[in-house]
C-alpha cells in the first residue's frame, strides 16, 4: 500500500480519497477549504494546514482541481508540488483541465525529474462514491501503467488515450457530448410535462428507447426520477454550473483551434453563461432545464 497526498477535496476529491483509504492507502489530504478538508477527513483522510505537509512522504500525488489556473499553481512554482513533492513520487492530475495547460505540466514535470500523468475522470459524484470512475490517462507508458494500478480501487474503466494531453482531449469531447444530452434532457422534460405526460412514465419510456443517454440516467432535471439527480435537492451541485461553462468552454475553444463547427456547444454554453448571469454560478448545471420552460418554472 501507498502513502498517497491528494490536493483538492472538493465534491469529486472527497468521495475519490475515501476509496483509496477503504482500499488500505494512507491517504495525506490538503485543500484551501477547511469544510473540505472536514468532509475529507470522514471518509479516513488526514488532513493538514499546508501543501508542504500534505506532501510528506508521498509516493503518489493526485490533484482533483477546479481548473487549469488551479493545477497550475499547485503544481509550478516555489511552493509548487513540483519543488516540494519527494522526486520518486508519481504525479497524477486528473483534474479537468486544457490541454495545453496539460502539455505544459508533462514538459515542466518532465524537466524537475517527475513522472506526470494527466488523468481525468468521468462519472460524476454518484461514481465517484461507487468506486466506477473512467480514467482517460494521457502520457508515457510506464507511468501510465503505474497510475492505472493506484486508481483502480476508484475506477470501472482505466483507458491509456496515448501521448501526453490525450487524456484532456477525450475528457473534453466526452463532456461536450454530455452537456449536449443534458440540454436534450432539459428541453425533453419540459415538453413531456407541457404535453401532459406523467413524468415518470415518460422519463421509464426513454430510459429504454432511443432518447436514453447518461444524463437521462443520472441527472434528469426532474425531481424523483432518478436518485443522483441535482433536481432532488434543490438543484444544489452535483457538477456546478460553472465547472460545466469551463468545460464547454474548453471544447469551443478546441472546435476553434482545430476549425470545427460546434453550434450545439456554443447553444449550451450560452445556457450555463445564463445561469452564472442570474447568480446561479455555484447551482447544479442541470438547472438549465429552466430556460425550456417559456415562465421558467420546472
Ligand atoms: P470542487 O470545486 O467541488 O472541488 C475543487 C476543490 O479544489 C475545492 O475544494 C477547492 O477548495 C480546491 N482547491 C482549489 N485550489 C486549490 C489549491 N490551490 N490548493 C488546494 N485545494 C485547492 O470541484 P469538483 O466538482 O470536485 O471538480 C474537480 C475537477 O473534477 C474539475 O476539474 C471538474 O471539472 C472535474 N470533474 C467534476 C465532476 C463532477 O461531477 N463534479 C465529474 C468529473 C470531473
Redesign the pocket.
Known amino acids: 500500500m501507498s502513502t498517497v497526498t491528494w490536493?483538492?477535496?472538493?465534491?469529486?476529491?472527497?468521495p475519490m480519497s475515501a476509496n483509496l483509504v477503504k482500499a488500505g492507502h494512507d491517504v495525506r489530504g490538503?485543500?484551501?477549504?477547511e469544510p473540505?478538508m472536514a468532509a475529507a477527513r470522514e471518509g479516513g483522510v488526514q488532513t493538514f494546514a499546508t501543501?508542504k505537509e500534505a506532501l510528506e512522504g508521498a509516493e503518489v500525488v493526485i490533484t482533483?482541481?477546479?481548473?487549469g489556473e488551479?493545477s497550475r499553481?499547485?503544481y509550478l512554482g516555489e511552493d509548487g508540488v513540483f519543488a516540494l513533492a519527494p522526486k520518486d513520487a508519481l504525479l497524477v492530475d486528473?483534474?479537468?483541465?486544457d490541454v495545453a495547460t496539460a502539455e505544459d505540466l508533462h514538459r515542466a514535470a518532465a524537466e524537475a525529474g517527475f513522472a506526470f500523468v494527466d488523468a481525468?475522470?468521468?462519472?460524476?459524484?454518484s461514481?465517484?462514491a461507487a468506486g466506477t470512475?473512467t480514467f482517460m490517462i494521457g502520457g508515457e507508458e510506464d507511468p501510465a501503467r503505474r497510475a492505472a494500478t493506484v486508481v483502480e480501487p476508484m475506477a470501472g474503466r482505466v483507458v491509456h488515450t496515448g501521448a501526453a494531453g490525450t487524456g484532456q482531449a477525450a475528457?473534453i469531447v466526452n463532456?461536450m457530448m454530455l452537456f449536449i444530452c443534458l440540454e436534450a434532457c432539459s428541453e425533453g422534460s419540459v415538453l413531456a410535462d407541457r404535453l401532459g405526460l406523467d413524468p415518470k412514465v415518460f422519463w421509464e419510456i426513454a430510459s429504454v428507447s432511443s432518447g436514453n443517454s447518461w444524463a437521462l440516467q443520472t441527472w434528469y432535471p426532474v425531481p424523483g426520477m432518478t436518485e443522483s439527480a441535482a433536481a432532488n435537492n434543490n438543484f444544489d451541485?452535483?457538477?456546478?454550473a460553472t465547472?460545466a461553462a469551463?468545460?464547454i468552454g474548453l471544447a469551443l475553444a478546441a472546435g476553434e483551434q482545430t476549425d470545427v463547427n460546434l453550434p450545439a456547444a456554443r447553444l449550451v454554453a450560452e445556457r450555463f453563461q445564463e445561469l452564472i448571469d442570474e447568480g446561479l454560478a455555484d447551482k447544479d448545471c442541470s438547472l438549465i432545464a429552466k430556460y425550456a420552460a417559456p415562465d421558467g418554472t420546472i
Open positions: 490536493i483538492g477535496l472538493g465534491h469529486m476529491g472527497a490538503f485543500d484551501l477549504s473540505a501543501m482533483m482541481l477546479p481548473k488551479h499553481a499547485v486528473s483534474s479537468t483541465i481525468p475522470v468521468s462519472g460524476g459524484i461514481g465517484a470512475l475528457k463532456n451541485a452535483t457538477f456546478s465547472l469551463k468545460d
